[in-house]
C-alpha cells in the first residue's frame, strides 16, 4: 500500500498570501488530521477530518481552515500568511480515526514565509 | 504548565547501551503514542498503548495510567536509533485537555558509534 503522500513538499511565501496543502492518506482510510511543527511550539494539532466532516478543531485562528473530498483527500488553506506560520505542516491518516488507532504520517510540506 | 513532559530533552550515549525516555502527562487519556522522527521530517509511530506493554525488536514501552508515566526503552543501542523521539497522548473528552493528539516537546537522542 502506498503511504500517506503530502504536496507539496516545499513552498516559499510572502506575508499576506494564501497557501493550499494538499494530503492524500492510505487507501481506505477515513480519517485525517493537519499537525503544525515549530521549533518553539513543537507540534500541535490543527484538525481532524472524517467523513468530509471537521471532527475537532486545535487552538489555531480562523486563518486555518481545512476540507475533505468524498475520496478522503484532505486539503489545509492558510490565508493571510505570517511570518509565524513558517513551519512544517504534517499530516497523518487512519481507518477511522478513534484514539486507539496508530497514525500513519506523511513527509510533510515545509512552508518559508517571507 | 505543558499538558505532556518529556525527559531528558537531549540524551548522547554510547552504541549498545540501554535507553530510557520518559513521558509524564496531567490529562485524562484514552490512548498515549511514541513517534520517532528522523532529520527531513518523516514521523513514524512506534507504539500506541492504552495499558501495561509493547515490545517491537529492541524497543519496549510500557505505561501507568495511575501513575500518568511512561517510559520507552531501547535495548543494544545503535547509530541507527539517532532520532527525536516524541511521546504524544489522546485526552479523553472532557478530561481537562485539548482536543486532539497532545504532543511532548521530544527528547533528542544521538547514540555514538
Known amino acids: 500500500k502506498a503511504g500517506v503522500t503530502q504536496t507539496p513538499r516545499y513552498l516559499i511565501k510572502t506575508r499576506g498570501q494564501q497557501v493550499t496543502l494538499s494530503c492524500s492518506p492510505i487507501?481506505?482510510?477515513?480519517?485525517v488530521s493537519w499537525y503544525q511543527q515549530t521549533p518553539g511550539q513543537g507540534l500541535q494539532f490543527l484538525f481532524e477530518?472524517?467523513?468530509?466532516?471537521?471532527?475537532n478543531k486545535g487552538n489555531f485562528p480562523g486563518r486555518f481552515s481545512g476540507r475533505q473530498f468524498s475520496n478522503s483527500r484532505s486539503e489545509m488553506n492558510v490565508s493571510t500568511l505570517e511570518l509565524g506560520d513558517s513551519a512544517l505542516y504534517l499530516c497523518a491518516s487512519s481507518l477511522v480515526g478513534t484514539s486507539g488507532e496508530t497514525q500513519y504520517f506523511g513527509p510533510g510540506t515545509r512552508l518559508l514565509v517571507l | 504548565k505543558n499538558e505532556v513532559e518529556q525527559s531528558p530533552q537531549n540524551l548522547t550515549a554510547q552504541e549498545g547501551e540501554f535507553i530510557t525516555i520518559n513521558c509524564s502527562y496531567s490529562v485524562g487519556i484514552s490512548a498515549l503514542h511514541w513517534l520517532q522522527q528522523h532529520p527531513g521530517g518523516g514521523i513514524v509511530s512506534l507504539f500506541m498503548?492504552?495499558?501495561g506493554k509493547k515490545k517491537h525488536g529492541r524497543l519496549i514501552a510500557t505505561i501507568n495510567i495511575q501513575e500518568k508515566h511512561s517510559s520507552l526503552h531501547i535495548t543494544a543501542s545503535h547509530p541507527r536509533d539517532s532520532a527525536v523521539y516524541i511521546c504524544?497522548?489522546?485526552?479523553?473528552?472532557?478530561?481537562?485537555?485539548?482536543?486532539?493528539?497532545?504532543f511532548g516537546k521530544g527528547t533528542h537522542l544521538i547514540i555514538q558509534p
Open positions: 477530518y472524517f467523513s468530509e466532516t471537521q471532527r
Open positions: 487507501s481506505g482510510h477515513r480519517s
Open positions: 498503548l492504552s495499558s
Open positions: 504524544a497522548v489522546n485526552p479523553t473528552p472532557g478530561g481537562g485537555g485539548a482536543d486532539g493528539l497532545t
